[in-house]
């Protein structure tokens, strides 16, 4: 049988294709001075350009408009001095241990490192040159993940030793400020030694910054019996781009718990990937994302075991307003070596007016045969009874409203180690539904 096609059908489609392409090329064009690390960064700049950037018909960016970021041409990024007082917003008392980067670039002017606890080491590239660890957790080879690798300009390395509970909370802040529209490319290295256990609070921001582009990537690797509670705070400029990646290795008795808020950009899109190398490992997965106005944001996240005795939560919530988009798509896989693995996901989503949009998929693809797993997903709006409940009990409705709101995010926010912190968030996403 002879099939024809009309060149003009495809022409649309491949001229698409060399854009992308021809994008791709400028946005590799941006990369920054860059010193060291020579062969990490030649290899993944062949894999960005083998694989391209996506398009809405690649599967996992079927639902994500990326157009908007392909028609933004953005600059290299610069070392740009800010004062304390333009980040003091950003400042948290009970985390003493911060590092702080801006447009990329580590500024110890705005950090605080001198007085570390015991078992806890901070560097930089210009630290510690090479690193071993550098691009060695799942998930490199995709391609904005390899973008990143061949075009950051500093790192912070995390380094929790042996043995050793570092109890306050550690800091790592990525700020990006300018007039001009550039790219970041943010990188966090966190290395947790056997029996060691730390809290890391990650948070992507804005001072004085319009339309920029942040592709971050950070690594988590846990010895055996390790632990790290890691909060991830997206609240980037109404008008930015944010694509992050969230790469995890897991040792055998390691527990890691993220706890993940995506409240800014334009268009956001966040892939935790975790992959249990041995058994006995305990994940747990927790996300809240807020979409407003014309905000587009996405999840998806990937976690694959490789060892039996292991157990997963994951709860991934989003509100969505006017005419915002928000996407979530869950995988847990559970190979034959992975017996009596006990694992849950559930997708709760809370759409705020008519227009609002929600695409949830959960999605448990399980062969071992002796597991207890479950998944499931909800999409609602706020219940007319209960918002009619809280008015006659003297609330007007806007303040009912809210509260309902309230304790649907509160269940995310609460996981966050500094009071302070939540209530400021909790108050962000309210005075964005208002």
């Given at each position: 049988?002879?099939?024809?096609?009309?060149?003009?059908?495809?022409?649309?489609?491949?001229?698409?294709?060399?854009?992308?392409q021809?994008?791709?090329?400028?946005?590799?064009?941006?990369?920054?001075?860059?010193?060291?690390?020579?062969?990490?960064?030649?290899?993944?700049?062949?894999?960005?350009?083998e694989?391209?950037?996506?398009?809405?018909?690649?599967e996992?960016?079927?639902f994500?408009?990326?157009?908007?970021l392909?028609?933004?041409?953005f600059?290299?990024?610069?070392?740009t001095?800010?004062?304390?007082?333009?980040?003091?917003?950003f400042?948290?008392?009970e985390?003493?241990?911060?590092l702080?980067?801006?447009?990329?670039?580590?500024?110890?002017?705005?950090s605080?490192?001198?007085?570390?606890?015991?078992?806890?080491?901070?560097?930089t590239l210009?630290?510690?040159?090479?690193l071993?660890?550098?691009?060695?957790?799942?998930?490199?080879?995709?391609?904005?993940?390899?973008?990143?690798?061949?075009?950051?300009?500093?790192?912070?390395?995390?380094?929790?030793?042996?043995?050793?509970?570092i109890?306050?909370?550690?800091?790592?802040?990525?700020?990006?400020?300018?007039?001009?529209?550039?790219?970041?490319?943010?990188r966090?290295?966190?290395?947790?030694?056997?029996?060691?256990?730390?809290?890391?609070?990650e948070?992507?921001?804005?001072?004085?910054a319009?339309?920029?582009?942040?592709?971050?990537?950070?690594?988590?690797?846990?010895g055996?019996?390790?632990?790290?509670?890691?909060h991830?705070?997206?609240?980037?400029?109404?008008?930015?781009?944010?694509?992050?990646?969230?790469?995890v290795?897991?040792?055998?008795?390691s527990?890691?718990?993220?706890?993940?808020?995506?409240?800014?950009?334009?268009?956001?899109?966040?892939?935790?990937?975790?992959?249990?190398t041995?058994?006995?490992?305990?994940?747990?997965?927790?996300?809240?994302?807020?979409?407003?106005?014309?905000?587009?944001?996405?999840?998806h996240?990937?976690?694959?075991?490789?060892?039996?005795?292991?157990?997963a939560?994951?709860?991934?919530?989003?509100?969505?307003?006017?005419?915002a988009?928000a996407?979530?798509?869950?995988?847990?896989?559970?190979?034959?070596?992975?017996?009596?693995?006990?694992?849950s996901?559930?997708?709760?989503?809370?759409?705020?007016s008519?227009?609002?949009?929600?695409?949830?998929?959960?999605?448990?693809?399980i062969?071992?045969?002796?597991?207890?797993?479950?998944?499931?997903?909800?999409?609602?709006?706020?219940?007319?009874?209960?918002?009619?409940?809280l008015?006659?009990?003297?609330?007007?409705?806007?303040?009912?409203?809210?509260?309902?709101?309230?304790?649907?995010?509160?269940?995310?926010?609460?996981q966050?180690?500094?009071?302070?912190?939540?209530?400021?968030?909790?108050?962000?996403?309210?005075?964005q539904?208002?």
């Amino acid at each position: 049988m002879t099939v024809e096609v009309n060149p003009e059908a495809i022409a649309p489609s491949s001229s698409a294709a060399q854009d992308r392409q021809a994008y791709l090329a400028h946005l590799l064009v941006q990369r920054p001075s860059m010193n060291g690390l020579d062969e990490v960064r030649d290899r993944a700049l062949s894999i960005a350009q083998e694989r391209g950037l996506p398009s809405h018909r690649d599967e996992d960016w079927r639902f994500t408009d990326l157009s908007a970021l392909y028609q933004t041409s953005f600059t290299a990024p610069t070392s740009t001095a800010l004062a304390l007082q333009d980040i003091d917003a950003f400042i948290l008392a009970e985390a003493p241990v911060r590092l702080v980067f801006v447009n990329g670039f580590f500024a110890p002017d705005l950090s605080a490192t001198d007085n570390l606890p015991a078992g806890l080491s901070v560097s930089t590239l210009a630290d510690v040159g090479n690193l071993v660890e550098l691009g060695q957790q799942p998930g490199m080879t995709e391609v904005f993940t390899a973008l990143n690798t061949a075009s950051f300009a500093d790192v912070a390395l995390l380094r929790i030793a042996k043995n050793q509970v570092i109890e306050a909370p550690i800091h790592l802040l990525f700020l990006t400020t300018g007039d001009t529209p550039i790219i970041t490319s943010p990188r966090g290295l966190v290395v947790a030694e056997a029996n060691s256990a730390a809290t890391l609070i990650e948070e992507y921001v804005a001072v004085k910054a319009d339309s920029y582009f942040t592709n971050a990537v950070t690594e988590v690797c846990l010895g055996q019996n390790a632990q790290l509670h890691h909060h991830r705070i997206q609240r980037e400029a109404k008008t930015a781009f944010h694509i992050g990646k969230t790469a995890v290795s897991q040792d055998r008795d390691s527990r890691y718990a993220l706890t993940s808020l995506s409240l800014g950009g334009q268009m956001s899109r966040h892939n935790p990937m975790v992959v249990p190398t041995a058994g006995q490992t305990d994940t747990t997965l927790n996300g809240l994302t807020l979409a407003v106005d014309k905000q587009v944001a996405d999840t998806h996240s990937d976690l694959s075991f490789t060892g039996p005795h292991c157990t997963a939560q994951q709860l991934h919530k989003c509100i969505v307003d006017d005419r915002a988009r928000a996407v979530f798509n869950g995988k847990i896989f559970v190979p034959k070596l992975a017996q009596q693995t006990n694992a849950s996901q559930l997708s709760r989503n809370l759409l705020l007016s008519t227009k609002a949009r929600v695409d949830t998929k959960p999605q448990l693809e399980i062969i071992a045969d002796d597991v207890k797993c479950a998944h499931g997903a909800t999409v609602s709006q706020l219940d007319d009874e209960e918002v009619f409940y809280l008015q006659s009990r003297g609330l007007d409705h806007n303040s009912a409203c809210d509260l309902l709101v309230e304790g649907f995010a509160s269940e995310i926010i609460d996981q966050l180690p500094i009071a302070e912190q939540r209530q400021t968030l909790l108050n962000a996403v309210l005075s964005q539904i208002r």
